[in-house]
C-alpha cells in the first residue's frame, strides 16, 4: 500500500497527536504544514524534521504533493478550509465539529463526490476496535431502562475565561463551548450504539462570554432515556453506565472504552467484560482506518464503510444544531 503525502492544518496538541498516529501506521508521510505564522509553522514543523511550511492556505491546498489534508483549526473555520481543500481534490479528514450544521456537511459530501475525493469527520471513538464488543455486550442487556454518558472535564482556558478573557474554545466567534468541544464524543457514542432519538433535549448554562459552560443533554428513544452529562468549567470522575434487565454496563470513559464491567442489579455482584488493549495515541485507528478507505475507496465494502461514517456525521450534526437552538446559542457567523 502506496504511502499517502500529509498535509496539516493547524499546530495544536492535537495536530501533534494525530501526526504521531499517522506516522505510527506506516502510511502516511508528513509533507507540508499549514500556519498562519511563518515562525510558530516552523516550529512546529521542525520537530517532524525537513516539512515545508506555507503561510497562504490556497497555495497550501492546491500544491500537488500532498494526498490528504487533516484539519484542526477552530471549530468555525472547519468548512471553509475542508471545501478549499476538497476543490483542490485533495482527501481530507477534519476534526469534529466538522461543520456548524448538517447543510454545511452535506454540501462538503456533495463536493467531494464531485472531486472524486472522501471527507470525513474525526470521530476517534468510532474507529476503536472495543466499540463493537461494547456493541456485543449491549445487545446481551435485555430492554434498555435507560444510561448516562458523562463528560466533564475543566478547561485550562476557562481560567482565562474568569480573568475576563474569551479563548478560543469559549467563544461564539469560532464556534466553541461545552457541547460542541466535549458533548459530540457522547452524542457520537449514543448514535452509533443506539442510532438517532426520537427527542432531544438541551439545559445548558451559559458563562461570560455567551457559550454554554456546563449543560444536561437527553435524548429520547422509543423506550427508554439516555442522559449526557457534559461541561468544560467542572470535572466529573463517573463513568458511563448502560442500564439493562439484570445487568449495568459501565464504561470507562465514552471517548475511550478501555475498560468495561458489568453489575448485577440485585446483589452488586460485579464481572469485568475482556477488551483489547489499545495503542497509547488512540488516533492511530482512525488515521489506518482513512487511510486504507482512500486506497479502497472503489471497493463495495469501503463504499458502504463511507456512506454509513457520513450518516452518523449527518446525525450527530443535526442533533447538534437542534441543541444548540434549544439552548439559544448562536454563533456569530450564523448571526
Request: net charge negative.
Amino acid at each position: 500500500m502506496e504511502k499517502l503525502e500529509l498535509g496539516t492544518i493547524g499546530t495544536s496538541w492535537i495536530t501533534d497527536s494525530f501526526i504521531d498516529a499517522a506516522l505510527a501506521t506506516g502510511l502516511y508521510n508528513l509533507k507540508r504544514v499549514y500556519s498562519r505564522n511563518q515562525k510558530n509553522g516552523e516550529a512546529f514543523a521542525n520537530k517532524y524534521g525537513e516539512v515545508a511550511v506555507d503561510t497562504n492556505l490556497e497555495n497550501f491546498v492546491k500544491n500537488e504533493e500532498l494526498d490528504v489534508i487533516y484539519i484542526a483549526s477552530p471549530n468555525s473555520l472547519h468548512y471553509e478550509q475542508a471545501l478549499l481543500a476538497i476543490q483542490a481534490k485533495k482527501h481530507v479528514i477534519v476534526e469534529k465539529p466538522a461543520t456548524i450544521n448538517p447543510e454545511q456537511w452535506d454540501e462538503l459530501l456533495k463536493v467531494a463526490e464531485k472531486m472524486d475525493v472522501l471527507i470525513v469527520e474525526a470521530a476517534k471513538h468510532m474507529h476503536l476496535p472495543n466499540l463493537e464488543i461494547i456493541r456485543k455486550e449491549i445487545d446481551k442487556l435485555g430492554e434498555i431502562r435507560g444510561a448516562v454518558f458523562p463528560y466533564v472535564r475543566y478547561s485550562s482556558r476557562y481560567d482565562n475565561v474568569l480573568a475576563g478573557e474569551e479563548p478560543n474554545v469559549f467563544s461564539l466567534d469560532f464556534a466553541g463551548g461545552a457541547l460542541m468541544d466535549l458533548g459530540i464524543y457522547p452524542i457520537y457514542t449514543a448514535v452509533a450504539l443506539f442510532g438517532e432519538p426520537n427527542k432531544s433535549y438541551y439545559f445548558a448554562r451559559k458563562i461570560a462570554t455567551g457559550v454554554d459552560g456546563i449543560g444536561t443533554i437527553i435524548l429520547r428513544y422509543e423506550d427508554f432515556d439516555l442522559t449526557i452529562i457534559v461541561g468544560k468549567n467542572a470535572t466529573s470522575s463517573a463513568e458511563v453506565e448502560i442500564y439493562g434487565e439484570d445487568e449495568t454496563l459501565i464504561i470507562d470513559h465514552v471517548a475511550q472504552l478501555s475498560n468495561a464491567r458489568l453489575l448485577d442489579i440485585r446483589n452488586f455482584s460485579q464481572r469485568e467484560i475482556e477488551l483489547g488493549k489499545a495503542k497509547e495515541n488512540d488516533m492511530f485507528y482512525e488515521a489506518e482506518a482513512f487511510a486504507k478507505m482512500i486506497s479502497n475507496r472503489k471497493s463495495e465494502k469501503t463504499k458502504i464503510k463511507y456512506q454509513e461514517l457520513s450518516e452518523l456525521a449527518r446525525i450527530v450534526s443535526k442533533l447538534l444544531k437542534e441543541l444548540r437552538a434549544q439552548a439559544a446559542i448562536v454563533f456569530t457567523n450564523e448571526q
